[in-house]
């Protein structure tokens, strides 16, 4: 049976016009203004046709009702990827730290950071940390904290950028503190990145492109920490070499840098004690793993696991600290 377009209620479509042009003839909006069927029309998907109606000769009408395809399964797959990614990363660290949960603190990290392009080369950053004690071993204080971390960096050739920052950490409670930690490193990036023109005006034209999907990366750096106490007590400085093995992983986009990626991301850093030191150089470590969504260029968010382990004297690593980052990144 013959059906008349003017008689559709949707229509299946291959075809990024014809999508535009039903939605308007069925009177509900400018298809530019309607993210749904944006969309669906940027992702081509076919549309099967449903709630036909149409008289035919005999004057009957004949109704057909049919589901309507929508892009599930991509959407479903980065979904059970992004879970089980995230899943095991938080058994894996639970499983370390289950015999020692009694002895750790659980930690709520927030992180707010800004970032400014001035040039192909010269990045700016601004980072904004407050964490929070949730749980407490018996017998210890609860306490917050905040961190204001600027920093500049600069790239040097595609594979490394040298890099220099200053943390101010104040803890009003707990152990009543100020910390000033600074640092200077080099940011290797292993299968290196495109540069943009020397042209490039501001914006996403400055931002470097990974050359490939998975991006590892390490950050290596030299950090001097002076600690002064506000409670009277002695201040402390300390030399540590700091290394982070990184890696990401987009699951529905080709680059890390596109927009819309749904990406796994984790790393691995070691503390090393410099100088005299009475506990052992190697005295501690940190694992992060998590999952990121990059909306575009200016925006990005993570939510990680974060564990920490640590040793002294002659004993083992245990967890000294189970923490959730949820952070929120700004670029200009």
């Known amino acids: 049976m013959r059906v008349p377009k003017s008689r559709l209620k949707h229509v299946s479509t291959a075809d990024d016009g014809c999508v535009h042009n039903q939605w308007e003839r069925l009177g509900l909006g400018s298809a530019d203004n309607n993210g749904a069927m944006q969309w669906m029309s940027q992702a081509r998907q076919k549309i099967i046709i449903a709630n036909v109606e149409s008289e035919g000769p ?3 009408a004949v109704r057909a009702s049919m589901a309507i395809l929508l892009p599930n399964k991509k959407r479903g797959d980065v979904v059970i990827k992004a879970g089980v990614w995230s899943a095991a990363c938080l058994l894996a660290c639970l499983a370390g730290s289950s015999r020692v949960a009694a002895q750790s603190t659980g930690e709520l990290w927030g ?4 970032d400014w392009l001035q040039s192909r080369r010269l990045t700016w950053e601004v980072e904004v940390e407050p964490k929070k004690s949730i749980t407490m071993p018996a017998g210890t204080s609860a306490w917050a904290s905040l961190n204001v971390t600027p920093s500049v960096q600069y790239t040097l050739a595609r594979w490394v950028d040298a890099l220099a920052e200053v943390d101010w950490g104040y803890k009003p409670n707990g152990d009543e503190a100020i910390e000033t930690k600074s640092r200077v490193g080099l940011y290797f ?9 020397r042209g490039a005006r501001r914006g996403p034209e400055r931002e470097k492109q990974p050359l ?8 290596l750096r030299l950090e001097y920490e002076d600690k ?21 992983y987009p699951f529905n986009r080709k680059k890390l840098t596109a927009d819309s990626a749904v990406y796994a991301t984790g790393d691995v850093e ?6 005299d030191a009475s506990d052992p150089r190697f005295n501690q470590y940190r694992v992060r793993a998590g999952v990121g969504y990059r909306r575009d260029f200016r925006w990005r ?21 189970n923490a959730f980052d949820a952070r929120v990144t700004r670029v200009f």
């Open 58 to 60: 005999a004057q009957h």
């Open 111 to 114: 992180e707010f950071t800004i």
């Open 189 to 197: 990036h292993i299968l290196s990145r495109l540069l943009a023109d």
């Open 212 to 219: 490939r999907r998975l991006v590892p990366a390490n950050l």
């Open 228 to 248: 002064d106490l506000l409670n009277g007590g002695a201040t402390s400085t300390t030399w540590r070499l700091r290394d982070r093995q990184e890696i990401s």
């Open 270 to 275: 070691l503390f090393v004690l410099l100088g």
């Open 301 to 321: 968010f993570e939510a990680l696991f974060v564990q920490t382990r640590q040793r002294s004297g002659d004993s083992g690593f245990s967890t000294s600290s």
